[in-house]
């Protein structure tokens, strides 16, 4: 399993980014799929995650009614919509996977950088 993000950059407070987590590798219809981020001195936390199969998503508080994920399967891949960006999601963020069976995450990305300027 291979996990390319992409869509990182710096964007002023108030804007909008889009990531990108193309998958490749397997057939994805039995995985999990999130995005985790981490800051710097602070341990990667988790932000958002679909099933590959079916609608159910889920977030974290600190990022719900902001952040929007989705998936093209077509193309295999995960997006990860940001809106009104703050200053406190920057961060490298990280694509990962999972088999629906498995409790952790065993497949990452090498991460994209997002900085939010005040």
């Known amino acids: 399993v291979q996990l390319v993000e992409s869509g990182g950059g710096l964007v002023q407070a108030g804007g909008s980014l889009r990531l990108s987590c193309k998958a490749s590798?397997?057939?994805?219809?039995?995985?999990?799929m999130a995005w985790f981020r981490q800051a710097p001195g602070i341990e990667r936390e988790f932000v958002a995650t679909?099933?590959?199969?079916?609608?159910?998503?889920y977030y974290s508080d600190t990022v719900k009614g902001r952040f929007t994920i989705s998936r093209d399967k077509a193309k295999n891949t995960v997006f990860l919509h940001m809106n009104s960006l703050e200053p406190e999601d920057t961060g490298v963020y990280y694509c990962?996977?999972?088999?629906?069976?498995?409790?952790?995450?065993?497949?990452w990305g090498q991460g994209t950088q997002v900085t939010v300027s005040s």
């Open positions: 590798g397997r057939s994805f219809s039995n995985y999990q």
């Open positions: 679909l099933w590959w199969s079916g609608d159910s998503t």
């Open positions: 990962a996977a999972k088999r629906n069976s498995d409790a952790l995450y065993n497949y």
